[in-house]
């Protein structure tokens, strides 16, 4: 799915909201394990990749690299 496709700082919907009502995630970290902090409340949760791909339901913002 061209979709799924997502990067460091990108921000993404997951498939259930967060308990603070916001449905908007920022990707901080990125490795075997995805770091979204919650744009809404600022919490930050750390889940395995293969959980995270699964719950990702779009990303909304591509982060654009700065091209120099």
């Given at each position: 799915?061209?979709?799924?496709?997502?990067?460091?700082?990108?921000?993404?919907e997951?498939?259930?909201?967060?308990?603070?009502?916001?449905?908007?995630?920022?990707?901080?970290r990125?490795g075997?394990?995805?770091?979204?902090?919650?744009?809404?409340?600022?919490?930050?949760?750390?889940?395995?990749?293969?959980?995270?791909?699964?719950?990702?339901k779009?990303?909304?913002?591509?982060?654009?690299?700065?091209?120099?």
């Open positions: 799915m061209e979709d799924k496709d997502f990067g460091l700082n990108d921000i993404v997951m498939k259930k909201p967060h308990p603070c009502g916001e449905n908007r995630w920022k990707i901080i990125m075997m394990d995805i770091r979204i902090k919650c744009t809404g409340c600022s919490h930050s949760v750390m889940i395995p990749r293969r959980d995270f791909e699964r719950k990702l779009k990303v909304l913002v591509k982060h654009e690299e700065p091209t120099s």
